[in-house]
């Protein structure tokens, strides 16, 4: 039994600043922010919990957290250039059980989340999800990158999990991560280290490019790893009152849970009926886009480096760079650089076209050519539209294929489970009527649950397919 509230945001911006690592200078690598206005190094709990609603990118007024990520990047060997990837958009979604002692995040609060995915009780369950897979639209296809896909998608998903356990003191460590912990099995409802004891409700970030082109893609870090920031801006009162009395039946990140009730939604109301609602793009795009503030002029508030397209290294280098002061006066704060930057190896250039020479004109009273024509685009025809359509249709049965296949597995483990508890030692091994009840009702409602959510993903995909 548990509930989630899914939040949408579009980008603040894209700058080479970290709140939480450095405070008075550049951070070492590009990130792009989600939520308030409000990017500078300097920016604080106070900074985020005073931002008007109208300087906020996502989609609910009472939450004023700040989310950021690596930036991501299509890199072109062959000239030696990255161009930053467009975010369509990006999601929040909150996880938590209900009964159980959740705290709401306290005031102050940050972490760092996926940073060490080799760990064996780190679980980012950090994913790269190709939607409607086809080849590589590039002509050079190659990557060194092993997190991003290399062939093109209609939309590519990216997630990851922050870590649900607390250990109830500090808002902050000193390496911004030994403060929390993933549950020991990686599950929201799996057991927290006794030195973690305190549950808080899961975050689930996504965020989404399409289409996707393939090809080298990767983090501003040069790195093929998924780690984000979160910094709380939520008054600790509303949200522990949120997480207290809303319930939507909701164990994961479903597309139509919101606890609207509790929450002031900017593109509401919300629409909850699968049967009804088209859940993705492009009208949730429509819905972000009405209400998003004028665009943050990084340029002439944080730093005036190029982060859209950037010829040779990436700008990278803690303390490096020059740091606009956020009162806007004086000169920009300059660091010298603490890292040697990396030399690429020389890479040849296309040699410049000459410029050709200037058009002679007619005389005004020589006969005016007409512009040709283009001849019409023909329109697909019944054939074709039936061949997408056709070949939506099986996409959509494959998936809820191996969907199914997935759900019948869980039902098994579950299965397993119940048998387990009823065993010698269990939990009810001496009520015998709850193994019954365990297989019948609380393993088949998680199946149908399972079935139920599979067939929503599958049908979403579908729907995209036939865009």
């Known amino acids: 039994d548990a509930t989630s509230i899914k939040m949408d945001y579009l980008p603040v911006g894209h700058a080479r600043s970290d709140p939480i690592i450095t405070q008075t200078c550049l951070s070492d690598h590009v990130h792009t922010f989600y939520g308030p206005q409000t990017v500078h190094p300097e920016t604080d709990y106070n900074t985020l919990i005073n931002t008007p609603t109208n300087q906020n990118t996502g989609n609910v007024e009472e939450n004023k957290s700040l989310y950021w990520h690596p930036t991501v990047y299509s890199y072109d060997r062959n000239s030696n250039t990255y161009t930053r990837d467009s975010m369509a958009q990006t999601s929040a979604y909150y996880i938590w059980e209900n009964d159980v002692n959740v705290q709401a995040f306290p005031n102050g609060f940050k972490m760092i989340a996926g940073l060490n995915p080799g760990d064996p009780f780190n679980f980012p369950n950090a994913v790269a999800e190709c939607v409607g897979s086809s080849g590589c639209e590039k002509e050079d296809c190659y990557t060194e990158n092993t997190f991003f896909p290399s062939t093109a998608c209609d939309e590519l998903e990216v997630s990851m999990s922050f870590p649900t356990c607390w250990d109830g003191l500090r808002s902050d460590s000193e390496d911004h991560m030994s403060h929390v912990h993933y549950t020991l099995d990686g599950k929201l409802d799996g057991p927290c280290p006794v030195t973690h004891p305190q549950r808080l409700p899961k975050i689930e970030l996504f965020f989404r490019i399409m289409p996707y082109d393939g090809g080298w893609h990767t983090f501003s870090d040069g790195s093929s790893v998924f780690h984000a920031d979160y910094m709380s801006g939520w008054d600790?009162?509303?949200?522990?009152?949120?997480?207290?009395?809303?319930?939507?039946?909701?164990?994961?990140?479903?597309?139509?849970?919101?606890?609207?009730?509790?929450?002031?939604?900017?593109?509401?109301?919300?629409?909850?009926?699968?049967?009804?609602?088209?859940?993705?793009?492009?009208?949730?795009?429509?819905?972000?886009?009405?209400?998003?503030?004028?665009?943050?002029?990084?340029?002439?508030?944080?730093?005036?480096?190029?982060?859209?397209?950037?010829?040779?290294?990436?700008?990278?280098?803690?303390?490096?760079?020059?740091?606009?002061?956020?009162?806007?006066?004086?000169?920009?704060?300059?660091?010298?650089?603490?890292?040697?930057?990396?030399?690429?190896?020389?890479?040849?250039?296309?040699?410049?076209?000459?410029?050709?020479?200037?058009?002679?004109?007619?005389?005004?009273?020589?006969?005016?050519?007409?512009?040709?024509?283009?001849?019409?685009?023909?329109?697909?025809?019944?054939?074709?539209?039936?061949?997408?359509?056709?070949?939506?249709?099986?996409?959509?049965?494959?998936?809820?294929?191996?969907?199914?296949?997935?759900?019948?597995?869980?039902?098994?483990?579950?299965?397993?489970?119940?048998?387990?508890?009823?065993?010698?030692?269990?939990?009810?091994?001496?009520?015998?009527?709850?193994?019954?009840?365990?297989?019948?009702?609380?393993?088949?409602?998680?199946?149908?649950?399972?079935?139920?959510?599979?067939?929503?993903?599958?049908?979403?995909?579908?729907?995209?397919?036939?865009?």
């Open 236 to 467: 600790e009162m509303f949200l522990q009152n949120v997480l207290n009395e809303c319930r939507t039946d909701s164990f994961a990140s479903l597309p139509n849970s919101f606890c609207e009730e509790f929450l002031t939604f900017r593109d509401g109301p919300k629409c909850i009926d699968e049967d009804e609602c088209d859940f993705g793009d492009p009208v949730l795009l429509e819905k972000l886009q009405a209400f998003q503030p004028p665009p943050l002029d990084i340029l002439n508030t944080v730093t005036t480096e190029e982060t859209e397209v950037v010829l040779g290294n990436l700008p990278q280098g803690t303390c490096t760079g020059e740091l606009i002061p956020l009162d806007g006066g004086g000169n920009p704060t300059t660091n010298a650089p603490t890292t040697s930057p990396v030399n690429l190896p020389p890479v040849l250039l296309p040699t410049p076209s000459p410029i050709a020479s200037p058009v002679n004109l007619p005389p005004t009273d020589a006969p005016v050519v007409p512009p040709t024509t283009p001849p019409p685009v023909p329109s697909p025809s019944a054939d074709d539209v039936d061949e997408c359509e056709n070949r939506c249709w099986d996409r959509f049965h494959t998936c809820e294929t191996a969907s199914d296949q997935t759900c019948e597995a869980y039902f098994s483990e579950c299965e397993q489970d119940c048998y387990y508890q009823a065993g010698e030692g269990g939990e009810f091994s001496e009520e015998e009527d709850l193994l019954d009840i365990c297989i019948d009702e609380w393993c088949f409602e998680d199946k149908e649950m399972c079935w139920r959510q599979g067939n929503h993903r599958c049908l979403r995909r579908r729907r995209r397919c036939i865009r």
